[in-house]
């Protein structure tokens, strides 16, 4: 029989249109993985690769628009050479059946088993990349094929870590050659691997029990410990990441009560708690909840007996309005505003897949408990049995599926770029056309029109399932404010809606009606108000502080100048009215605004408010023209008090709406602060030159420090300056009517800058400044001469001082003199240093301020141990000590931990720092932003505590405790690695 004749051709099929954003440098990074495939000795995929073809191109392109997908394929070029011989699907099944034999091999150890899986893993995860892109593999097939490969690489180290135990004789297994089989130990695959949804970079989500009564366990007293001690064992052999990289990020915070609870819970334990302390969030948690390996049999005993608890016999509409904590996002968008394309979350956004799943899950709990086909774990075949059951209509089943797929394949296309866990379309336009190529779209502007529509089209079917709620009047109770004496029934349902003062609440709302207040004194302005009270009152009780919501809104309408106008516009608009009611009841800074300056509200007018990014332009752009014409110097400062407080408001609803997350935020407050500052600062010199004239050569800049200087401001930060000035080396004083010496004339002005932006007029305060930073601190003159802090710098500064000027950046003032200052800024920190007696100081001062401000509790974010000092640290510790990867000095904390160089410290520690940095910083803007005060746990507004759990993508207050204290031990771990060790 003649030999079988090799193929020179790739068993890839080509159904999508895939292009490079630049052509010439696919053709380069094709050519340079041809050599990589001629130094493997792969010489048939060498040729194949310089031809040309329809295949070639697709490689091209694939290579320049993923990062991910070229050093993969770099990595190991084996992967595509065996598609000469096997197709994707026949390699992948390949994959699976080497996977699975992995642990029945006695040879095999775990740190063997861990390479081995990382490797083949890595080669899955390309080919369902390529299948994808390719277009040879749906949304589905690829989400599929992600979900089994966690199952199988998951299951192998579960048995492997069995037949461990049997070894050693921590269990006795029934079947050692089968040894999941009477093991006792469940692994619920949660969230999207339960359902077979895997995203491309996704975590995966278990939650693990062990059957106290299970014949493998020889003694139950143990169990809990042997069981935790083999899920950490899990947890390692998954996600460490090693020079192989990582397996699957595994997540085990769904578990009962993570605070508190072991790894492994017991099935009794675990029963009682759902059945008397289990939420809602937990409930629809446990819908697409899987036995994924393991004691598969155990697992599904498990599950049916929770059933009950999951599956209620009657309508639960009761529980709907907790169950909204799925979502957690404030309201349900009904068109409030354009969405912005770049920087939107598939997943978390307005008309995002999570809509679609919310849309899903809160059916199948109201009806599950009586339809048994509604309890599926995968959306979109519940999908298509609500239709059959006629719960939605075919029109939404069909429009939803096709959103929900469309979006799963950009979410695919964001994280194969460069294979990171988010959701988050790229902030600028070569990003969203590098998406829309990876889709096969001609360019941004056709994927972002297809996008707009899927999220429009999203939206609209998900605030209908909203509309279909019974109105107040159909059966809430009696809402009767006539007359002085409070109605009985009114105030019961009052009581229903979820005041505890109803009595009060009744005499506000009949005080509305006596016209009191200026915006109440027209009848037609009365009437509205009388239209409107059921829908205000509805909205005001979900806030779960609705006293306290409602009176700051009585506190609101108190200072309107006229009520028509907004009681029209919240009649129509019953998103506006959620998201006033969430400031009322969330966030007493923001209502504290809003109540003493009622024109701020004009802004949440604005239809584009939730679509147009707070940056720069924009804020410098409406600035610009809200000073227009303005001559006055008062009239100058109080219009810049006006403009800030406005824009720190729509920023910080922006916020709350979740239309721009932390870090935008941070730098939106710092870019506001650097142009209302900047704007400051001309005015003062403008007056100041006034009566004394200007100094020869005379500039000025202003050094952001902190925060600011970082850009990561949040609604209540203090503005950290230094001001430094320059003049002609022969000028002796100012040339005006009552001359000065240099020295004294910029004192002078910097402390009527100090006095034109932090001194109280009718309108407020712009900013509380701090100039503590400055050479000297507050023994030091207000105003510093280039020279004088050049020399200070670089001959008394103090390490800290130098760390403090990492953070530093001009924001203000002459742009020579503010080039002059970030050079030498620039020249100071990358003087030669002894790494190990930065770290030794760094570490000192750390300790001395744990010991004179010791944390209040785990929320004082900034002072714990592991909180954003010890962050802020390491990465001033690292700049200072060129441990910084990449070109270009950024004074972002975030970037310069994302750049640590791996000498310093490896992937997985980075990985820590940055994921810890965005969680401080999702938490600190949002208790900033909400919250006049300190946080205090055992107070907290309960809209905030949805607002923060929004923010953090978390199921629960406890979950979230929970993380904050791991993600704090994590990191004082990380800082006394990173700082205590010696470095040279």
Same mark, same amino acid.
């Given at each position: 029989?003649?030999?079988?004749?090799?193929?020179?051709?790739?068993?890839?099929?080509?159904?999508?249109?895939v292009?490079?954003?630049?052509? &010439?440098?696919?053709?380069?990074?094709l050519?340079?993985?041809?050599?990589?495939?001629?130094?493997?000795?792969?010489?048939?995929l060498?040729?194949?690769l310089?031809?040309a073809?329809?295949?070639?191109?697709?490689?091209?392109a694939?290579?320049?628009?993923?990062?991910?997908?070229?050093?993969?394929a770099?990595?190991?070029?084996?992967? @595509?050479?065996?598609?000469f011989?096997?197709?994707?699907?026949?390699?992948?099944?390949?994959?699976g059946?080497?996977i699975?034999?992995?642990?029945?091999?006695?040879?095999?150890?775990?740190?063997?088993l861990?390479?081995? /899986?990382?490797?083949?893993?890595?080669?899955?995860?390309?080919?369902?990349?390529?299948?994808?892109?390719?277009?040879?593999?749906?949304?589905?097939?690829?989400?599929?094929?992600?979900?089994?490969?966690?199952?199988l690489?998951?299951?192998?180290?579960?048995?492997?870590l069995?037949r461990?135990?049997?070894?050693?004789?921590?269990?006795?297994?029934?079947?050692?050659?089968?040894p999941?089989?009477?093991?006792?130990w469940?692994?619920?695959?949660?969230g999207?691997?339960?359902?077979?949804?895997?995203?491309?970079?996704s975590?995966?989500?278990l939650v693990? $029990?062990?059957?106290?009564?299970?014949?493998?366990?020889?003694?139950?007293?143990?169990?809990?410990?042997?069981?935790?001690?083999?899920?950490?064992? @899990?947890?390692?052999?998954?996600?460490?990441r090693t &020079?192989?990289?990582?397996?699957?990020?595994?997540?085990?915070? /769904?578990?009962?009560?993570?605070?508190?609870?072991?790894?492994?819970?017991?099935?009794?334990?675990?029963?009682?708690?759902?059945?008397?302390?289990?939420?809602?969030?937990?409930?629809?948690?446990?819908?697409?909840?899987?036995?994924?390996?393991?004691?598969i049999?155990?697992g599904e005993? $498990?599950?049916?007996?929770?059933?009950?608890?999951?599956?209620?016999?009657?309508?639960?509409?009761?529980?709907?309005?907790?169950?909204?904590?799925?979502k957690?996002?404030i309201h349900?968008?009904?068109?409030?505003?354009?969405v912005?394309?770049?920087?939107?979350?598939v997943?978390?956004g307005?008309?995002?897949i999570?809509?679609?799943e919310?849309?899903?899950?809160?059916?199948?709990l109201?009806a599950?408990?009586?339809?048994?086909?509604?309890?599926?774990?995968?959306?979109v075949p519940?999908?298509?049995q609500?239709?059959?059951?006629?719960?939605?209509?075919?029109d939404?089943?069909?429009?939803?599926?096709?959103?929900?797929?469309?979006?799963?394949?950009v979410e695919?296309?964001?994280q194969?770029?460069?294979?990171?866990?988010?959701?988050t379309?790229?902030?600028?336009?070569?990003?969203?056309?590098?998406?829309?190529?990876?889709?096969g779209?001609?360019?941004?502007?056709?994927?972002?029109?297809?996008?707009?529509?899927?999220?429009?089209?999203?939206?609209?079917?998900y605030a209908?399932?909203?509309?279909?709620a019974?109105?107040?009047?159909?059966?809430v109770?009696?809402?009767?404010?006539?007359g002085?004496?409070?109605? %009985?029934?009114?105030?019961?349902?009052?009581?229903?809606?979820?005041?505890?003062?109803?009595?009060?609440?009744?005499r506000v709302?009949?005080?509305?009606?006596?016209?009191?207040?200026?915006?109440?004194?027209?009848?037609?302005?009365?009437?509205?108000?009388?239209?409107?009270?059921?829908?205000?009152?509805?909205?005001?009780?979900?806030?779960?502080?609705?006293?306290e919501?409602?009176?700051?809104?009585?506190?609101?309408?108190?200072?309107?100048?006229?009520?028509?106008?907004? $009681?029209?516009?919240?009649?129509?608009?019953?998103a506006l009215l959620?998201?006033?009611?969430?400031?009322?009841?969330a966030?007493?800074?923001?209502?504290?605004?809003?109540?003493?300056?009622?024109?701020?509200?004009?802004?949440?007018?604005?239809?584009?408010?939730?679509?147009e990014?707070?940056d720069?332009?924009?804020?410098?752009?409406? /600035?610009?023209a809200?000073?227009?014409?303005?001559?006055l110097?008062?009239?100058?400062l109080?219009?810049? !008090?006006?403009?800030?407080?406005?824009?720190?408001?729509?920023?910080?609803?922006?916020?709350?709406a979740?239309?721009?997350?932390?870090?935008?935020?941070?730098?939106a407050?710092?870019?506001?602060?650097?142009?209302?500052v900047?704007?400051?600062?001309?005015?003062?010199e403008?007056e100041?030159?006034?009566?004394?004239g200007?100094?020869?050569?005379?500039?000025?800049?202003?050094?952001?420090?902190?925060?600011?200087?970082?850009?990561?401001?949040?609604?209540?930060?203090?503005?950290? /300056?230094i001001?430094l000035?320059?003049h002609?080396?022969?000028?002796e004083?100012?040339?005006?009517? #009552?001359?000065?010496?240099?020295s004294?004339?910029?004192?002078?002005?910097?402390q009527?800058?100090?006095?034109?932006?932090?001194?109280?007029?009718?309108?407020g305060?712009?900013?509380?400044?701090?100039?503590?930073l400055?050479?000297?601190?507050?023994?030091?003159p207000?105003?510093?001469?280039?020279?004088?802090?050049?020399?200070?710098?670089r001959?008394?500064?103090?390490?800290?001082e130098?760390?403090?000027l990492?953070?530093?950046?001009?924001?203000?003032?002459?742009?020579?003199?503010?080039a002059?200052?970030?050079?030498?800024?620039?020249d100071?920190?990358?003087?030669?240093?002894?790494?190990?007696?930065?770290?030794?100081?760094?570490?000192?001062?750390?300790?001395?301020?744990?010991d004179?401000?010791? %944390?209040?509790?785990l929320w004082?974010i900034?002072?714990?141990?592991?909180?954003?000092?010890?962050?802020?640290?390491?990465?001033?510790?690292?700049?200072?000590?060129?441990k910084?990867e990449?070109?270009g000095?950024?004074?972002?904390?975030? &970037?310069? @931990?994302?750049r640590?160089? %791996?000498?310093f410290?490896?992937?997985?520690?980075?990985?820590?720092?940055?994921?810890?940095?965005?969680?401080?910083a999702?938490?600190?803007?949002?208790?900033?932003?909400?919250?006049?005060?300190?946080?205090?746990?055992?107070?907290?507004?309960?809209?905030?505590?949805?607002?923060?759990?929004?923010?953090?993508?978390?199921?629960?207050?406890g979950?979230?405790?929970?993380?904050?204290?791991?993600t704090?031990?994590?990191?004082?771990?990380?800082?006394?690695?990173?700082l205590?060790? #010696? !470095?040279?």
């Open positions: 029989m003649a030999a079988k004749k090799p193929s020179t051709q790739l068993r890839l099929e080509l159904k999508a249109d292009k490079p954003l630049d052509a &010439e440098r696919a053709g380069r990074e050519a340079e993985f041809a050599a990589t495939a001629d130094d493997a000795g792969l010489d048939r060498a040729g194949f310089r031809a073809g329809a295949t070639q191109e697709f490689l091209a694939v290579f320049d628009l993923s990062v991910f997908m070229r050093d993969s770099r990595r190991q070029p084996e992967m @595509l050479d065996r598609l011989d096997v197709s994707v699907a026949e390699r992948l099944a390949a994959i059946v080497v699975a034999a992995l642990p029945r091999d006695p040879e095999v150890t775990e740190a063997n861990m390479a081995r /899986l990382r490797r083949l893993k890595s080669e899955g995860h390309f080919l369902v990349a390529l299948a994808d892109l390719s277009g040879e593999a749906d949304a589905a097939q690829s989400v599929r094929r992600m979900s089994d490969l966690a199952d690489c998951t299951s192998a180290a579960i048995e492997f069995l461990d135990a049997n070894q050693q004789g921590k269990l006795k297994l029934p079947d050692a050659d089968h999941t089989v009477g093991s006792g469940i692994i619920l695959g949660m999207k691997l339960g359902a077979h949804e895997l995203n491309f970079s975590d995966i989500d693990v $029990f062990f059957d106290p009564e299970a014949s493998a366990i020889i003694d139950p007293m143990e169990a809990t410990e042997l069981f935790a001690r083999l899920t950490r064992r @899990l947890v390692r052999i998954m996600q460490d &020079e192989h990289g990582y397996v699957f990020r595994t997540d085990l915070r /769904l578990r009962p009560d993570p605070g508190s609870t072991p790894l492994a819970i017991s099935v009794p334990a675990a029963l009682h708690y759902y059945e008397s302390r289990g939420q809602n969030w937990e409930r629809a948690a446990m819908i697409k909840a899987r036995p994924v390996a393991g004691d049999a155990a005993a $498990f599950l049916k007996e929770l059933q009950p608890y999951v599956w209620r016999k009657y309508m639960d509409y009761a529980a709907i309005a907790d169950v909204h904590s799925i957690r996002q349900a968008h009904k068109g409030h505003g354009e912005a394309v770049k920087g939107h979350n997943k978390l307005r008309g995002g999570r809509e679609i919310f849309f899903v899950q809160t059916q199948q109201i599950g408990g009586r339809f048994p086909e509604l309890r599926g774990r995968a959306t519940m999908l298509a609500l239709a059959e059951r006629g719960w939605i209509t075919a939404a089943r069909d429009a939803l599926e096709r959103q929900y797929w469309f979006l799963r394949r695919h296309a964001i194969m770029v460069a294979d990171e866990q988010t959701h379309l790229p902030e600028d336009d070569e990003g969203i056309e590098r998406i829309a190529h990876m889709l779209m001609a360019d941004a502007e056709t994927f972002s029109k297809a996008f707009r529509a899927s999220l429009q089209e999203v939206e609209r079917h209908a399932l909203f509309e279909a019974p109105e107040l009047s159909s059966g109770g009696n809402l009767v404010f006539t002085d004496v409070d109605d %009985p029934d009114t105030l019961h349902t009052l009581h229903n809606l979820g005041f505890q003062r109803p009595s009060d609440i009744c709302i009949r005080s509305w009606h006596f016209g009191r207040y200026r915006a109440t004194q027209s009848a037609e302005a009365r009437e509205r108000l009388t239209e409107l009270t059921p829908a205000l009152l509805e909205a005001f009780g979900k806030t779960r502080r609705a006293d919501a409602l009176m700051r809104f009585d506190e609101f309408l108190a200072g309107l100048p006229a009520g028509i106008q907004l $009681f029209s516009l919240l009649q129509s608009n019953p959620k998201l006033l009611a969430t400031i009322m009841g966030a007493p800074r923001l209502a504290g605004i809003i109540t003493r300056r009622p024109h701020v509200f004009d802004g949440l007018l604005d239809p584009a408010l939730l679509s990014l707070p720069r332009a924009y804020l410098a752009a409406r /600035l610009s809200f000073l227009e014409s303005t001559r110097y008062e009239e100058v109080d219009r810049l !008090r006006i403009f800030a407080a406005e824009q720190k408001f729509l920023i910080g609803v922006r916020l709350l979740g239309a721009i997350d932390a870090s935008r935020a941070g730098k407050f710092s870019d506001l602060a650097d142009l209302t900047g704007a400051a600062l001309d005015a003062v403008a100041f030159a006034v009566r004394h200007k100094i020869s050569g005379g500039r000025v800049a202003i050094l952001g420090m902190g925060k600011l200087g970082s850009r990561e401001l949040t609604a209540g930060s203090d503005v950290d /300056l001001l000035y320059d002609d080396e022969q000028a004083e100012s040339d005006g009517d #009552k001359p000065l010496a240099p004294h004339y910029y004192a002078r002005m910097t009527r800058l100090i006095a034109a932006v932090s001194a109280p007029t009718a309108e305060v712009l900013y509380e400044l701090d100039l503590r400055r050479p000297s601190g507050n023994k030091g207000v105003a510093t001469h280039i020279s004088s802090f050049r020399k200070y710098q001959d008394e500064a103090w390490t800290w130098h760390m403090a990492t953070r530093s950046r001009p924001i203000a003032g002459a742009a020579s003199l503010c002059d200052v970030e050079a030498e800024v620039a100071i920190v990358a003087l030669p240093r002894d790494a190990a007696k930065v770290a030794a100081e760094a570490r000192d001062m750390r300790q001395m301020i744990e004179e401000k010791p %944390p209040q509790d004082d900034k002072l714990v141990p592991g909180g954003l000092i010890d962050l802020e640290f390491i990465a001033q510790v690292a700049v200072l000590t060129g910084i990449g070109l000095h950024t004074t972002s904390t975030a &970037e310069n @931990l994302h640590l160089a %791996p000498g410290a490896d992937a997985q520690v980075r990985e820590d720092l940055v994921d810890a940095y965005g969680l401080y999702a938490i600190t803007q949002m208790t900033r932003l909400c919250l006049t005060g300190a946080f205090e746990r055992n107070d907290v507004p309960p809209g905030l505590s949805d607002l923060l759990l929004a923010a953090t993508d978390l199921p629960d207050f979950v979230l405790e929970a993380h904050l204290r791991e704090s031990q994590q990191v004082r771990s990380d800082f006394d690695k990173l205590r060790a #010696k !470095r040279k």
